[in-house]
């Protein structure tokens, strides 16, 4: 059983930096593989980043790889989100997501996925 809250979003020009976090709950936490997803006003929702349970595998979007980057602190139980040199098309509500037994890459494509946080907003301006 996990549960989720992520913090960190806001308000930022174009070519800014956010960082966002995901706090869990739940002592198996840092056994999960971990992600990132955001989704805009009306538009479907999109993969951003996962991470394997042990770290030491990442997957990225194509539209974030090289801007954003994903870790995690397991003494902590909290995922992160650097995201640099943003733009206004990264305006959306990010969540952070788990789920078990899944590789980074399969995280992107998985139909249900059981642990979500609440998200937080991000906003890009031009």
């Known amino acids: 059983q996990v549960q989720l809250v992520e913090s960190g979003g806001g308000l930022v020009q174009a070519g800014g930096s956010l960082k966002l976090s995901c706090a869990a709950s739940?002592?198996?936490?840092?056994?999960?593989?971990k992600g990132w997803f955001r989704q805009a006003p009306g538009k479907e929702r999109d993969f951003v980043a996962a991470i394997s349970w042990s770290g030491g595998d990442t997957y990225y979007a194509d539209s974030v790889k090289g801007r954003f980057t994903i870790s995690k602190d397991n003494a902590k139980n909290t995922l992160y989100l650097q995201m640099n040199n943003l733009k206004p098309a990264d305006t959306a509500v990010y969540y952070c997501?788990?789920?078990?037994?899944?590789?980074?890459?399969?995280?992107?494509?998985?139909?249900?996925?059981?642990?979500w946080g609440q998200g937080t907003q991000v906003t890009v301006s031009s």
């Open positions: 739940g002592r198996t936490f840092s056994t999960y593989t």
């Open positions: 997501a788990a789920a078990r037994y899944t590789a980074p890459q399969a995280m992107a494509v998985m139909y249900s996925i059981p642990y």
